[in-house]
């Protein structure tokens, strides 16, 4: 953690107490997450910033450690807000002039927490970092939910040294300096604090001879291959969060979060609308006014058969309940399916049915069906 972060009131943000239980505050987060999350907010920058403030607080406070350890700190500096005050002599003293020297807070106070019974110190566990990835799977895939396998490229252990840093047939030496703890410490005045170890760089060990793969680092770019799955009723451009399948952590710590944007193909005969699935049925002329019971398609199932009264308009919608997208609960949307007049392109063939058109508009003849229509533009 920096020193910002001690800053920060990660109770406040995820609106429960200091004494409120693991529980609570989960309760809590899954709360605000659906209510700010980016998906429900599309385009809205505070609801974005927001998002990310109870996503950091909760995975601070859902941590034993790590909610000790920012405890702790709060308690002892106050959460870090020290205001500036007048000391004898009119000197102004300020808890960040202990640190002027552009070291962070947080790396200083890191030294605090690390410390171990018998004053040894360990190297603080950290995080891996999100990795984000897309996928593109067909229409039928994204409303019932797929496996897919994914390919990621990113930061991980050297192969050559296995991440010790060292070249082949050597192995790091104990700091000199720190003596293997990661930690030194730092005399200010009335009181003490422990730092990480600027020649090892709180790790403890101090390599002589790098890997020449990774210069000594101990990391390198690497490819995975994993297996994810893809909920049911996935939109196109959403984005799916798959908790600890990102890049592996250091030192024992926890691997990062994998974000999988999803691009969902078109399908030749379905639509979507939320969680509704759309057709348009094509109907005849004589079904529309007589009336009829059509078979209309459902996705990845048996046909349905749909009542249309009589005088029914060409493009009227026709709700089919339980054929639609999943939805979180489990429950299904429904199918939309719209009827659109089929005209028949050459009659020329089928002289009797060009005669039974031609008597059908001699007995219709009369009532100008745009009569109303043009009556309303007039009025304007």
Known sequence: MSAKDYQKDYYKALGVPKTATAAE???SYRELARKYHPDANKGSADAEER???ITEAYNVLSDEKQRKEYDEARS????FRTPTRTGAGGTTFDLGDLFGNGEGLGDVLGGIFRNRPGGGAATRARRGADVETETTLPFGDAIDGATVTLRLTGEGPCPVCGGTG??????????PDCHGTGQQSRNLGGFGLSEPCKTCRGRGLVVEDPCPSCSGSGRAMSSRTIQARIPA?????????IPGRGAPGEHGGKAGDLYVRVHVKPHEVFGRSGENLTVTVPVTITELALGAEIKV?????PAVTVRIPPGTPSGQVFRVPGRG???KDGTLGALLATVEVSVPQDLNKNSKAKSALEDLRIATAGADPREELLRKARQE
């Open 25 to 27: 505050i989960k309760k």
């Open 51 to 53: 998002f990310k403030e």
């Open 76 to 79: 002892m500096f106050g959460g």
């Open 166 to 175: 060292a070249k082949s047939g050597t192995v790091p030496k104990v700091c």
């Open 233 to 241: 009723g996935v939109a196109d451009g959403q984005r799916i969060r």
């Open 297 to 301: 398609p459902t996705h990845r199932g």
């Open 325 to 327: 997208v999943r939805r």
